[in-house]
């Protein structure tokens, strides 16, 4: 582990973006989008973190975590984030869910350095 | 793809509880106490649904859904449930975060099959 995975653990309440999706087989540049994407996202006001991960079977979850309902608003306007989304439509993913949430508890955990 | 990732879209409001963790390289039973906690998890009262992937690098992370408050407290006192966070902290896990979160808004989307 180079970089540290988590993200930040703000005081609640603040909001989650969960979204899950499957991906199909296709590369087609969705590595550098995707890089691009969460580049874009922590610049957005109201950007708190993030969370993401994809397994060998293209099943992946990425939660972003936000300071309010506005700041994810406008993050899913954003021009570069609709046309990341059209093409993810058209290529990259087979479906995908998204669940907006209020982030009411947190709390983390940290193995001692042996 | 054989089976279904993605957890069922029940009518907001519902509760997430955003579990991303870190493994070790260790393995002596992980996989089986994994498996085993999705199966009891899915017997308790108020489990909607759960969503999970991990990748290569060892970070994965799993949203289940509740019911309730109540709903997820429960589960977090189950007995086979202490016993399985208990050895995670000792084996399996460097560190984690959770969080608990209130679904407000749900949508999905699927490609059309070809």
Chains 1, 2 share one sequence.
Do not use: C
């Not at 970089?3 to 590595?31: D, H, L, W």
């Not at 059209?86 to 001692?112: D, M, S």
């Amino acid at each position: 582990m180079t970089t540290n995975p988590f993200a930040p653990r703000p005081e609640p309440p603040y909001y989650a973006v969960i979204f899950a999706s499957q991906r199909t087989p296709a590369e087609a540049g969705y590595g550098e989008t995707a890089d691009r994407m969460v580049e874009l996202a922590a610049q957005q006001q109201g950007f708190l973190g993030v969370e993401s991960t994809r397994g060998a079977d293209g099943f992946g979850i990425t939660v972003s975590y936000w300071a309010s309902l506005e700041a994810i608003a406008a993050w899913r306007a954003h021009a570069e984030h609709v046309i990341a989304r059209e093409t993810g439509r058209k290529q990259w993913y087979t479906g995908y869910e998204l669940r907006i949430a209020k982030v009411e508890r947190a709390y983390g955990w940290r193995a001692q350095e042996p």
